[in-house]
């Protein structure tokens, strides 16, 4: 069975917490608390610029999560989506999760006519690029980053 995937909404905060944390351990990241509150006010918010997908188990566990943000482009005139954050837990990889997850922000995509969707992953990750590959299109960019 399929994973539900669904738009992520405030009752959701504490299932998405571990799952978020999961992720910051996985990129061996620390965040301060505050900031991971900012951030899921921002997923769940009317008005954000940062919106969110959960994926949902079959016992109706979250089991995912896709953050994701529209932006204008300078090569055409509709938005372009950068997915920011994919995660799926240890014990539901391999279930389709992942693909459920960029298959509908993909579908979502479409009906809104957005003109791509992009998203990058550490080059170690071969998991994630191994799923990856068969659903996008790899470039051949370098990402340089300048910390402010």
Known sequence: MSPLIRELQ????TAWAPLWAGYLAFYE????????????ARLVATDGNIEGLGAFGEAGEMIGFAHYLLHPGTWGA?????LEDLFVSKTARG?????????TLADKGRAARWQSIYWQTAEDNLQAQFLYDKLAKKMNWVRYELEL
Do not use: F, M, Q
């Open 10 to 13: 405030h009752k959701d905060k």
């Open 78 to 82: 509709a938005p372009v989506c950068y």
């Open 95 to 103: 279930t389709g999760a992942g693909r459920a997850l960029i298959e």
């Open 29 to 40: 990241t620390e965040l301060a608390p505050e900031v991971s509150e900012n951030t899921w």
